[in-house]
């Protein structure tokens, strides 16, 4: 069995389709791209986690066709949260297993047993600006309005962490692997309360999604930081072919 992973799928087949999201290049017919190469990596005893954004629709009306995509996907598929997954309620996650139960499992400030690896998940959250620039594209300055109202969701969300992190512990797991919508850091950050935490509970890794377009690759972490291996995985920069995690 293989864990895999990759975010924002960002699905639209009952939604006007975002201005945004790019209908050419890397982006044109993502979703039968992406569900053929999960036909040839996946298979049935294999686990495949989402990082959230899994569709534009506001309420499970116009989410039906984008969930019904993502269970007839193979293997066993883990759901975390997004920002822009306006479908899911924080406090009714319970009540979306329910509804997909031995279909789908939805994973928010809770893990999930992958083997003896506790897959811990939030959405997290970062403060993205706005940022001011020179003449050199150099960041001078920025919102700290709105870098406050940001701190106070990063608290939320670390906390969110923390719950499933101690829940894994005490249930005995001692590996971990993290996994955040957001990046765990912003461009003007090398530490963070996601990063904190993944080095107090020594996770393996930390995926995050999230950063799209070639412009926000490189907004956060990538390889080994402080014992723990980070990655993103959103579907553009992984070309929608899923990340083999284990």
């Known amino acids: 069995m293989s864990l895999y992973a990759i975010g924002d799928l960002h699905l639209?087949?009952?939604?006007?389709?975002?201005?945004?999201?790019?209908?050419?290049?890397?982006?044109k017919n993502h979703e039968e791209k992406f569900r053929k190469n999960c036909e040839k990596m996946i298979g049935p005893g294999d686990t495949l986690v989402l990082l959230g954004d899994h569709s534009?629709?506001?309420?499970?009306?116009?989410?039906?066709?984008?969930?019904q995509y993502i269970c007839d996907l193979p293997g066993r598929k883990i759901l975390t949260r997004g920002n822009h997954d306006m479908f899911w309620d924080v406090k009714k996650t319970q009540k979306l297993n329910e509804k997909f139960s031995g279909k789908l499992k939805f994973l928010q400030g809770d893990y999930l047993p992958y083997e003896d690896v506790?897959?811990?998940?939030?959405k997290g959250f970062t403060f993205e600006g706005p940022f001011y620039l020179n003449?050199?594209?150099?960041?001078?300055?920025?919102?700290?309005?709105?870098?406050?109202?940001?701190?106070?969701?990063?608290?939320?969300?670390?906390?969110?962490?923390?719950?499933?992190?101690?829940?894994?512990r005490k249930d005995g797991y001692r590996r971990i692997i993290i996994?955040?919508?957001?990046?765990?850091?912003?461009?003007?950050?090398?530490?963070?309360a996601f990063t904190n935490l993944a080095r107090e509970y020594g996770a393996e890794q930390l995926l995050y999604?999230?950063?799209?377009?070639?412009?926000?690759?490189?907004?956060?972490?990538?390889?080994?930081?402080?014992?723990?291996e980070y990655s993103l995985v959103s579907g553009d920069f992984?070309?929608?072919?899923?990340?083999?995690?284990?």
């Open 209 to 228: 999604a999230h950063c799209h377009g070639e412009t926000r690759f490189y907004d956060s972490i990538m390889g080994e930081h402080r014992g723990t």
């Open 12 to 27: 639209h087949f009952q939604t006007e389709l975002k201005a945004h999201i790019q209908t050419k290049g890397v982006w």
């Open 56 to 67: 534009w629709g506001k309420d499970f009306p116009e989410c039906d066709a984008d969930f």
């Open 118 to 122: 506790a897959l811990v998940a939030t």
């Open 179 to 192: 996994c955040l919508h957001y990046p765990p850091t912003n461009i003007l950050e090398r530490e963070s």
């Open 135 to 168: 003449g050199r594209g150099q960041i001078t300055g920025w919102d700290e309005k709105a870098e406050e109202r940001a701190k106070k969701l990063v608290e939320r969300e670390a906390l969110r962490l923390l719950e499933g992190l101690e829940k894994a």
């Open 238 to 246: 992984l070309r929608w072919k899923p990340m083999k995690v284990l």
